[in-house]
Structure formats: C-alpha cells, structure tokens
C-alpha cells in the first residue's frame, strides 16, 4: 500500500491524546453510603471490571478513528503499475475529437456532448495546481498553450463541431512539441474520440508516444448514412449552349436498400434537372445527369439528396468553366504545317495560331492550353527551358520533330523532364499495329475496332526509346512494339511525343483519318484543369493557372457575408492560395482580384467523415499490441465510470473512502457503547 500525501501520516501522533486522557481518568467521585459491606465490595469488584472493559474498548475505537481519519487523508492506495499520478505538479493534455462524426448518437447522448463531459471528468481527477492542455482538430491559437484547471473547463465548454479532421498522429506530434515546454516530468495525454477507421489514423502510428497516450474510445450507436461521393464530367470541355453529363457515385453507409431516391441538381441558384437513384446497403450507385450548358464563362452549381440524421454530407458543391474556343498554339520550325490549319484554322471550336520559329514570343505561352512544337530540327537552350517550365506549369506540348532532327537537343530537352528519348533514323518501312483504346484519349471515338483496319505507314521514323524513369503510355504502337505516339505526365502537365515529323516523305499518319480524332481530342484534354471542388482541411491550398494580379491588389474569396484573404504565392505561372484553416464551411465561392471576380471556387466537407465504421477498444488493443507501442493505453468503458477507471490505472485502487468509512464506524460504534452501556 502506499499514500499520495505520506506527509499526513505524522499525524498518527495524535493517539497518544485519547491514550492520555484514559490514563488520568479526570473525574470526580462522589460518596456512596451502603449498609451492608459486604454486599459493597461485591458490587465493586463487578463495576470495576465492567468499567474497565468499557472505558478500554472505548479508548480502542477512539484510537482507530483518529488512525483511520489520519489514513483517509493521507490517500492511500495499492499501486496497479508503474503510472501513478504525482499528488502535484502534473501537466495534463486532452484531445477532444470535434469532427462531423462526432455528432452520431450514443446511449448518453450526442458523442460531442460526452466527449465534453468525459475531459471535464478527467480535470476533476487532478489537483487545482496542475496545469492542462486543451487541443481539438482545428488546432487553434487558444489552444495552444497550458492553462489553470478553471480555464481548461471554460476552453471544453466552448468546443463546437468543426469540419477539419487530424489524425491522432498529427494530434500526438502537435502535443509533442507543445509538452517539450513543460519542465515537469508528470505528464499525461489523453485522446477521447470515436476512432474512425477512416480518418483515426490509428493503424498508421509507428513511433512511441510522448508523453504517455491513453485512448479513451467512444462508441455511436449504429447509424445508417447515405451520401454523395464525388460528381466528375465524361467531357473534359464544356461548350457554351452544348449539352453537358455529369456522372455521380453515391454512397450507401446503411442497413437498408434504397430505391426511387431524388437526386438534385442547381445550376447558379435554379433546379436544372432531377433523377432517381436506387442503392443497396453497403453498396454504391452510378448515375449520370445532363443539361444545357450556359453562356456564363464560370458557373457554379450543387448536387442534392435527402438523408437523415447524418446531413453534413448531403451536398456536393462545384464549380466548372465554360468555353466558347480552344486556344491552340503552332510553333513552326520550317513552315506552318497545311495539315494542322486544316483542323485548327477550318473549326470554330479552335482558335488557331502560327508562330514561326525564329520569332517566338514567350511571353503569350501561357494563354494556350496546347502548344504543339512543329518541325524544329534543333531545339535551342531558351527554347527548351521556356518549353519545360510551360509544361511544368500545367500546359499541354505536342512534340512532332524536324525532318533532320538534331538528336541531342531534343533527348536533353526529354531527359531534363523524365521522358523517352529518340535514337537516329530507322529508314525500315513500317505500319502501326495497334491503338491503345483505353487511353482517355480514345473515349468515345470507336465503337468497334475491326481486326484488319487500316492503320498509318511508316516509310522512316525516329524511334523513341524507353526509359527506366519515364512513365509514358502508348497511344499508337507499331508492329515491332516501339511507339509512334506516346503520352506524358511532366508537372502539371502532358507532353505528346511522335516517331514522326508531319511530313509525307516520313509517313502518311498526317493524312490518315486517325489524325484528327488523336489530334482534336489531344486539345480538348489539353491545358491545366481545374478541380470541380476542394476539400476543406488542415492547410487547404488551391492552384490556380495563368493567374496574373498587379502588386497594388490582393485576392479575396467572397460569399454573402463572409470575406477572407488568403496568402498568395506565384511558383511560375501559378497562382498558389493558401487558406490556413479560414475556410470551414462547404458553400460556392467567388475569387475576386480587388473588386473584379475573376474566379471561382467549391469546397466540400471531407467524405471520410462519412464513413461511420469506427475501432471499438478491443480492436483498438489488438491494433496496439500488433504495432508493438507500450506507452499507448486503451481506457475502455465499462460499469465503472472514467474518474474510477482512470484514478485506478494512475493511483491504483484508492482505499481513502474505505477508511473513511471506518473512522464513522467506530466513531458510532464509541457513541453507542457510551449511550446504551450503563
């Protein structure tokens, strides 16, 4: 056994009052006459010894009460282990989960409401000396500091539900450098939450823990969710006046199948189509939406359903731009190529233009998402590095080489992003022997590919040779399996390589029909592409493309009553935002340079908070032993309640209330016998 405040037990000192008080007997005797002697010494011999039995028996319970009273307050308790909790000077630290999932039910209630409760349970266990840290995932400045016991329960009244999400690793770092500042070495952290599987983090931790982490799970009670996963277009442009399709997965988090259920759709604050959508549970369904598209350059729009309790994810927001013409630019090395102003110059949907090689101006590059690079026999250094950053930044180049081709020039230029390379001629004649039709840039262009189609021949070409960095893909393949027109990811953007220059005496692929579809729809997915929406999260950054401003103007993200102006940042072309946690609430938003709008843009809530499926704290304990981390401890719930759960693993088993309640046992066990025994 042993005791929190040992300093008591000197009282023990004060046995020696009552044992001194017996030992006088200070009291009065009065005289007695009896008439007979004998019958006196009789009677005496009886009292005496009754007298004496009562008065040591009453010495008895006075000394156990003082002891007992003295062993109450000196705490005592039998240690479970090596985790007692300092009597003082302890530093404390409380995780409250306040995520979206954290509003499902529980037997007591909301989880927030008894997150709440458990941290104030948890000050009450330590002493009004000790100081106390408070941290919830939106990781505010308030919070980031130790504070007295009265203004840890003021900061957990005050935790609100919140759209950020941490992971209990990025908790435990965060409380990590927070602790290093507290010279005590009593030091406690505790992690109250629902532990979801999908945002926790749990199953990812791989390091030992400081200070000391115990998780304190809490468990919902099993609530069906159905929500909108994600919306994607099946165009990658969207045409003004021209019809648009939407596609949309929605998610089934429930028991119960579902049919006939509305889904919704509002183009710039009007209802622009409904469709019914039938799920099984623990399933998800496709489906798809189409309308007109407007004349507005930006629109903005939200997909809707209707689903109960868990609501937070019920809407999607996003924003899409819409294009009148596609701007393609042709640099000519020697001359313009008749075969591209045949495509380009002879469609509305293209605006076209040549540059000829020896008077290129750099400076417009940005304001074309394709540039194609047409018949250079030698790519100079200025060329080349204006090229890479364009691409870098998110544009699309289509790379079609001069007919004397400096080899050197091109492979440096390819090898400073990771690509294939070319080797010297091959004069060999050759056919392409396959289409790689599941390339994104062949959808929708056959709906059957016969076995004996007539593909483009080769009379000679530059053969591209892979290499072990590049990560392209084959478009179109030759018969000996090398490629002839191949896709990159550079960057932000795509880089389009073929074998050939657009020259007849090379090959006839300039004038075979599979020209245009390769060509028109290496436009249509040219270009740095926006994301339909952003998720709202710690550190939320946003890129933005070609994005110029003047140094007197500032941007700002607008929506009826609220306004904030995020950090801007210019790598290259970009426009990099960052937000820093100001945006919480899922809504459409307009961009403004100054007061001019010049943008767009959604955000949403993170769809992990949808998944309901959370660890219990046997799966929590399993999870900890598989990792091997000793200093993480699971506090599950059970009939006791967490002041004695916790109080238990910290102090041991208390024994201050059982002695307590001997010190008023014997106190009136020593009132009856002085009552009741004559």
Not at 626 to 643: M, N
């Amino acid at each position: 056994m042993s005791f929190l405040f040992p300093v008591f037990l000197f009282a023990l000192f004060a046995i020696s009052i009552p044992i001194i008080i017996h030992l006088f007997r200070f009291r009065r005797f009065r005289t007695v006459y009896f008439p007979n002697i004998a019958f006196l010494r009789q009677l005496s011999e009886a009292s005496d010894k009754e007298s004496r039995l009562k008065h040591l028996l009453i010495l008895l319970l006075r000394i156990l009460t003082i002891a007992f009273l003295v062993l109450a307050f000196a705490r005592p308790f039998i240690p479970s282990g090596d985790e007692e909790i300092s009597p003082g000077g302890n530093a404390v630290g409380v995780y409250i989960d306040n995520s979206f999932s954290m509003n499902a039910m529980s037997v007591q209630g909301r989880l927030l409401d008894d997150a709440r409760e458990r941290a104030l349970e948890l000050a009450d266990i330590f002493g009004p000396a000790d100081r106390f840290l408070l941290l919830t995932n939106d990781f505010e400045g308030r919070h980031q500091r130790f504070v007295s016991r009265e203004e840890f329960v003021d900061l957990v009244a005050q935790v609100e539900e919140s759209a950020a999400t941490r992971t209990i690793g990025e908790v435990m770092l965060r409380k990590q450098e927070l602790f290093a500042g507290e010279a005590t070495d009593n030091r406690r952290a505790y992690y109250i939450s629902d532990f979801q599987k999908s945002t926790s983090g749990v199953d990812e931790l791989s390091a030992e823990p400081d200070p000391q982490a115990f998780l304190v799970p809490l468990e919902a009670q099993q609530a069906d969710n159905v929500f909108i996963d994600s919306c994607w277009f099946e165009s990658p442009v969207r045409l003004a006046g021209e019809p648009v399709t939407m596609r949309v997965r929605i998610r089934n988090e429930g028991s119960q199948n579902l049919e006939n259920q509305p889904l919704r759709l509002h183009i710039d604050g009007q209802q622009r189509s409904v469709v019914a959508y039938d799920v099984v549970a623990g399933g998800a369904v496709e489906t798809e939406l189409s309308w007109s598209a407007g004349s507005s350059a930006i629109q903005q729009g939200y997909l809707e359903i209707i689903d109960y309790p868990v609501t937070f994810d019920d809407r999607l927001y996003f924003t899409y731009r819409v294009s009148s013409e596609i701007p393609v630019l042709s640099l000519d090395g020697e001359g313009s190529s008749p075969y591209l102003q045949a495509l380009y110059g002879g469609d509305e949907l293209f605006s076209y233009r040549t540059m000829p090689g020896f008077s290129i101006d750099y400076s417009v590059f940005s304001n074309y998402p394709l540039i194609i690079l047409n018949g250079f026999n030698q790519l100079s250094a200025g060329l080349a590095m204006e090229l890479q950053r364009y691409v870098e930044e998110g544009g699309s180049l289509a790379v079609f080489p001069g007919r004397n081709m400096d080899i050197e020039s091109y492979n440096g230029f390819l090898q400073s992003m990771n690509l294939d390379t070319y080797a010297r001629m091959d004069t060999t004649a050759i056919r392409v022997g396959e289409i790689n039709e599941l390339h994104p840039l062949f959808e929708g262009v056959f709906e059957h590919i016969p076995e004996n189609i007539d593909l483009p021949r080769l009379e000679r070409h530059y053969p591209v040779r892979r290499q072990v960095r590049s990560q392209g893909e084959t478009l179109l393949q030759l018969q000996n399996g090398m490629p002839f027109f191949s896709s990159y990811r550079a960057g932000e953007g795509a880089v389009y390589l073929s074998a050939v220059p657009l020259d007849n005496t090379f090959s006839n692929f300039q004038r075979h029909s599979i020209f245009v579809p390769v060509m028109v729809n290496v436009a249509l997915h040219s270009g740095a592409r926006q994301p339909l929406y952003h998720t709202i999260g710690p550190n939320l950054t946003v890129m933005m493309s070609g994005a110029r401003a003047r140094t007197d103007q500032v941007y700002s993200l607008r929506r009826e009553g609220f306004e904030v102006i995020p950090e801007v940042r210019r790598p290259g072309n970009q426009l990099q935002l960052l937000f820093h946690d100001q945006v919480m609430e899922a809504r459409n938003y307009s961009l403004h340079l100054g007061e001019e709008r010049v943008g767009a843009l959604s955000f949403n809530y993170d769809r992990r908070e949808s998944l309901p499926a959370a660890y219990d704290s046997d799966e929590l304990e399993q999870l900890l032993a598989d990792l091997q981390l000793e200093t993480v401890r699971v506090i599950a719930p059970g009939e006791k309640s967490l002041v004695e759960t916790i109080t238990e693993m910290g102090m041991g088993r208390q024994l201050w209330r059982l002695f307590l309640l001997l010190a008023l046992a014997t106190l009136l066990a020593e009132v009856l016998i002085i009552r009741f025994w004559k």
